[in-house]
């Protein structure tokens, strides 16, 4: 249980650092695959040679180049699932990022092989990965005796896990996925990760209406455990991140940046969220959620 307190708090301070080096990306880098400058708001003077910002220009390679020495971490990955992570790991290296939070499949039976794998990788890598699980019946009382024997093995949070899904093409037909965030065994397994000190991350869409309040009621009623807000920006605004993170300090949003720069059904650009990541920096955890709905990770 100790070691999971302290695994949790590097997790937030590695988060915070993980943002700072975002904001910075946003705000000195021209994302060459998407084509698109990052501004501010303050009226632009006039450049001459010398004065151009010459980081605008900065290929991504530059860049980890730059900041490769601040602590990065992917804070959700899937590559359990077939053994994909052993295809990422020179990847990994090439882009700086120190540590992976790791799982495989979500809230289904397959989801008990796929936390296997990742227990296999942490055992390999445990100064990269980070095993999440996510193979528990939310739908009955033996999930909860499930979950505990997995903290009691060592893992260091839940998740994935569905707890809401009607829009996902893949977790709205999982078996074991629940109704809202406070259906099935969920509050028992909030009560849980509180007691062993563990985050819970969480998969809610559409992330408005019943579920949303729901998932409030939730923050609300289990204060002393943390919540993640899985890929929090997806379909969703900054106004009603910030007001979650305002409202309910056990709570922290998964930031997936390839969904707001690269999926077309995002109606938000990158730079939208910075103000709010600046507001509050230790709240966020950047993820790749392993690319899903994009061309690759």
Request: proline share 6%; aromatic share 12%; with cysteine.
């Amino acid at each position: 249980m100790k070691k999971n307190s302290l695994f949790l708090l590097l997790i937030i301070c590695i988060a915070f650092a993980g943002v700072v080096f975002l904001v910075k990306m946003l705000f000195l880098s021209e994302a060459a695959s998407t084509q698109e400058m990052i501004t501010t708001a303050e009226k632009k003077p006039v450049t001459t040679d010398k004065t151009a910002p010459r980081a605008a220009n900065k290929s991504f390679e530059d860049l980890v180049k730059e900041y490769g020495d601040i602590p990065l971490f992917d804070a959700h990955n899937h590559d359990a699932s077939d053994y994909k992570y052993k295809g990422m790991k020179n990847i990994w290296e090439k882009t700086a990022v120190s540590r992976i939070v790791l799982f495989g499949d979500v809230s289904e039976p397959s989801a008990v092989r796929t936390d296997d794998i990742a227990w296999e990788a942490y055992r390999d890598r445990p100064d990269v990965i980070i095993p999440f699980f996510s193979g528990i019946n939310l739908l009955e009382a033996s999930g909860v005796d499930t979950a505990r024997s997995m903290l009691e093995k060592g893992y260091f949070g839940i998740g994935e896990i569905a707890a809401a899904s009607t829009n996902s093409p893949v977790l709205s037909k999982v078996a074991w996925k629940t109704k809202n965030p406070m259906d099935g065994v969920l509050p028992q397994i909030y009560e849980l990760c509180a007691e062993y000190k563990v985050p819970v991350l969480l998969h809610i869409d559409p992330p408005n209406g019943l579920v949303l309040e729901k998932f409030k009621e939730a923050l609300k009623l289990y204060p002393n455990t943390t919540f993640i807000f899985a890929h929090a920006n997806a379909f969703n605004s900054p106004s009603n991140i910030r007001e979650l993170i305002m409202t309910y300090p056990n709570v922290y949003a998964d930031f997936f940046a390839g969904f707001t720069a690269f999926n077309p059904e995002s109606s938000n650009k990158l730079k939208d969220f910075v103000p709010v990541m600046k507001d509050f920096p230790d709240r966020f955890m950047l993820s790749t959620d392993s690319g899903f709905g994009l061309k690759s990770e």
